[in-house]
């Protein structure tokens, strides 16, 4: 790939980043960060989730995984329980309480991206959602 590529592909990243409010999305009213939160939806949606699993999927580094789990561990947000089958691996869940807050941060986000997408033709958003998904499609088999 040219470095002409890269660089148009490093300016993209850096415009989306600054677009969706990454930096501070989730720290302006919120103890937990963008990754945090990220981290938070997974949990919610995995069945058997695991720390090792979460390091893998978001290419984080297992000891900063292991920090980020102490931290909703304290906070209440997560409680931690053996598998029945293999006693080495502890499966994560979200409490009550961790529901709650990733709920706050969903909430949160979905009004950013309403904000960004507001007095645009509807028109306009469906080209930019159709785009989003082709960056999906090509990127996607890179990331499994």
Do not use: W
Not at 9 to 36: C, H, Q, V
Not at 41 to 67: G, P, V
Not at 100 to 107: F, G, I, R, S
Request: overall charge negative.
């Amino acid at each position: 790939m040219s470095g002409n590529n890269v660089q148009k592909i490093k300016r993209f990243n850096r415009f989306y980043t600054r677009t969706m409010g990454l930096f501070n999305l989730y720290t302006d009213e919120s103890p937990y960060s963008a990754t945090e939160a990220l981290i938070l939806f997974e949990i919610s949606t995995r069945n058997d989730c695991t720390a090792a699993y979460l390091s893998n999927y978001f290419l984080l580094d297992k000891s900063y995984m292991s920090r980020i789990l102490k931290h909703f561990e304290r906070d209440g947000l997560i409680v931690k329980s053996f598998s029945e089958e293999d006693r080495r691996i502890q499966h994560i869940k979200l409490t009550d309480l961790g529901g709650e807050a990733l709920k706050t941060l969903a909430d949160k986000a979905s009004l950013n991206v309403e904000s960004m997408i507001d007095g645009i033709a509807e028109k306009e958003i469906e080209v930019l959602i159709e785009s989003m998904q082709k960056i999906e499609e090509i990127l996607y088999p890179k990331i499994r």
